[in-house]
Nanobody, 126 residues
Framework: QVQLVESGGGLVQAGGSLRLSCAASGRTFSSYNMGWFRQAPGKEREFVAAIRWSGDNIYVDSVKGRFTISSDNAKNTVYLQMNSLKPEDTAIYYC????????????????????WGQGTQVTVSS
C-alpha cells in the first residue's frame, strides 16, 4: 500500500505559477507510476500528467508546454510545476499511483490508478 498527500495548492492570478507536491509513504516509491488528475466543479476527473518509474512522462494536450511533472525518488515525492496558469486550470488536483507494470499507453486512464491522495485546490483568477 502507498499513502499519498498533496500540498501546494492555492489562489493565483492568471499567468502565475504554482508547484504541487505529492509525498508518498508506504511501499517503495519506484514501484509505481505516478499521475496527476484534476476535477473541476460539475466535471469528471481528468488526466493531467503522469511519470513512469523510468522517468518517461506524458501530458494532456491542454497543459503541454505549461506544466512539468517530475519526481524525486530520494524524497518519495512527485511534483507538478504549473506555469502560465489559466482560469480553466481551476480544479482540485489529485495525485495518484498506478502499478509500475501499467502499460504506458494506459497511464491517462484514471481506472489504472489504485491509490489516490485527498486532493489540493488550485484556483486561478482572471
Amino acid at each position: 500500500q502507498v499513502q499519498l498527500v498533496e500540498s501546494g495548492g492555492g489562489l493565483v492570478q492568471a499567468g502565475g505559477s504554482l508547484r504541487l507536491s505529492c509525498a508518498a509513504s508506504g511501499r517503495t516509491f519506484s514501484s509505481y507510476n505516478m499521475g496527476w488528475f484534476r476535477q473541476a466543479p460539475g466535471k469528471e476527473r481528468e488526466f493531467v500528467a503522469a511519470i513512469r518509474w523510468s522517468g518517461d512522462n506524458i501530458y494532456v494536450d491542454s497543459v503541454k508546454g505549461r506544466f512539468t511533472i517530475s519526481s524525486d525518488n530520494a524524497k518519495n515525492t512527485v511534483y507538478l510545476q504549473m506555469n502560465s496558469l489559466k482560469p480553466e486550470d481551476t480544479a482540485i488536483y489529485y495525485c495518484a499511483a498506478a502499478s509500475a507494470y501499467t502499460d504506458y499507453a494506459l497511464l491517462s486512464n484514471r481506472r489504472m490508478y489504485a491509490h489516490w491522495g485527498q486532493g489540493t485546490q488550485v484556483t486561478v483568477s482572471s
